[in-house]
């Protein structure tokens, strides 16, 4: 559904985007993620047909964005970081207006209908937007994006400045539009991409880091396996056992206690499958395990290695880009 090839963006003597390439399924949710400054609003700019790029393209459903702006852009629904409301204008008066300043042809009573209704707006169509909370706020620049029924939905910071029970909200509303349309959704919160993403991009100083499913992401950083584990028994003669193990590099007591089993996490050699031997060590010492399941890394854990990698790859290249 969407093609990114090759984005290089400068201004001046920056270099904003230096490469960047990735592509997102039909119906598929991505979180574009990195930290402030990193190249997602730039990204998302030329996405939209908002900035030109210096290099590289950007193909929509196989419609070309520099080639066929018009075309592409009706294909897409942007919400920018800041929603381009107008503050005195009611609810309906302002969807009207989008709808007729995208020269929308779809009817115009049931579709808009159907927008609020998705959006949960039906209740504040009267009300003027400056009266509105900040999450309905949020709800109304959803709810322009969705005018023509865009195949692709690209949202930049959706839940910025929302409260916790907003955020679930706008939550809630993003994956029930990824039933039906391909959605990107660019943010710096990390849980926020763990919550509604199927797959992530994470960027950094405008290149590209990672690009990989979700519950896989932390497999790119080719750390070695944790494990973490229940084990009744006395606490230190346990560890000890368990450093003992083939494959354990590290062992150490977490403090945890649930009934007669302390808890445990150990790190195995990367590639090695020590399970077995770990079963096996405890069998011979009578020392129960009462659970066991591997831990993998977080996303914020994997979002500061990859930052950090990148950080000493750029300086073993010589400093910043030119």
Do not use: W
Request: proline letters at 3%; hydrophobic letters at 35%.
């Amino acid at each position: 559904m969407i093609e990114v090839s090759g984005l290089v963006k400068t201004f001046g003597s920056f270099t904003a985007l230096d490469g960047v390439s990735f592509s997102v399924g039909e119906r598929e949710i991505l979180g574009f993620l990195g930290p402030n400054g990193a190249g997602k609003s730039t990204t998302m700019n030329i996405m939209t047909g908002y900035l030109s790029s210096n290099a590289g393209s950007v193909k929509i459903d196989g419609v070309d964005m520099a080639e066929e702006p018009g075309r592409a852009k009706k294909l897409i629904g942007f919400l920018p970081e800041q929603p381009p409301l107008y503050a005195d204008m009611k609810v309906d008066e302002y969807l009207n207006f989008v709808y007729e300043l995208k020269g929308c042809t779809l009817s115009r009573a049931a579709h808009l209908e159907e927008i609020c209704r998705v959006c949960r707006l039906s209740e504040v169509r009267g009300r003027l937007i400056k009266n509105l909370s900040k999450g309905y706020r949020q709800r109304v620049g959803i709810a322009q994006a969705l005018v023509g029924n865009p195949k692709v939905l690209i949202f930049d910071e959706p839940t910025v400045g929302l409260d916790p029970k907003q955020i679930i909200e706008v939550r809630n509303l993003i994956r029930t539009l990824g039933r039906t349309h391909t959605v990107i959704l660019s943010t710096h919160i990390l849980s926020e991409a763990r919550a509604v993403c199927d797959r992530i991009v994470i960027i950094n100083e405008g290149r590209v880091l990672a690009d990989e499913r979700t519950d896989s992401i932390s497999r790119t950083l080719n750390e070695n396996t944790r494990y973490g584990l229940k084990i009744c028994g006395p606490q230190k003669e346990v560890a000890e056992a368990l450093r003992a193990v083939p494959g354990v590099l590290r062992a150490e007591i977490t403090g945890e206690r649930e009934r007669d089993s302390f808890a445990y996490r150990i790190e195995c050699e990367n590639g090695y499958d020590t399970r077995k031997n770990v079963f096996f060590a405890m069998a011979e010492k009578g020392y129960a395990i009462v659970g066991m399941e591997e831990e993998g890394l977080s996303l914020e854990d994997v979002f500061i290695k990859l930052t950090e990698t990148s950080e000493k790859d750029k300086k073993k290249g010589g400093g910043a880009k030119k």
